[in-house]
């Protein structure tokens, strides 16, 4: 199993970027997906998340952080899972995964032991 992430790069604050990661491997249309950040020289952080629920409704977590300003998508018709972050800030700089669960969750999944695979991240840069 494999997620690529990609979408990263350098932007002002106030701009927009939309991150990708791709699954290969299997499939994680009703596992959890998430996103995590790590800024330098502190501990890796949780994001977003999106988890499967009956009747094929996805419900969507944020770290309050972001709330109002990231929103985490899924199509699982490409196995992906995008992060599309507005009105970004100087304190988003960081480098950012996405997670994949081998297993569903029944809850949100935030913490970093609820997730089994990991992208090789993608970095984010906001100038001020």
């Known amino acids: 199993v494999q997620l690529q992430a990609s979408g990263g790069g350098l932007v002002q604050a106030g701009g927009s970027l939309r991150l990708s990661c791709a699954a290969s491997g299997r499939t994680f249309s009703r596992d959890n997906m998430g996103w995590f950040r790590q800024a330098p020289g502190k501990e890796r952080e949780f994001v977003a998340a999106v988890r499967w629920s009956a009747g094929s409704v996805y419900y969507t977590y944020y770290a309050d952080s972001v709330k109002g300003r990231f929103v985490i998508s899924r199509d699982d018709a490409k196995n992906t899972v995008y992060l599309q972050m507005n009105s970004l800030k100087f304190d988003d700089t960081a480098v950012y995964y996405c997670?994949?669960?081998?297993?569903?969750?029944?809850?949100?999944?935030?913490?970093?032991?609820?997730?089994?695979?990991w992208g090789q991240g993608t970095q984010v840069t906001v100038s001020s």
């Open positions: 997670a994949a669960r081998q297993t569903y969750l029944a809850r949100p999944g935030s913490l970093i032991s609820d997730y089994d695979y």
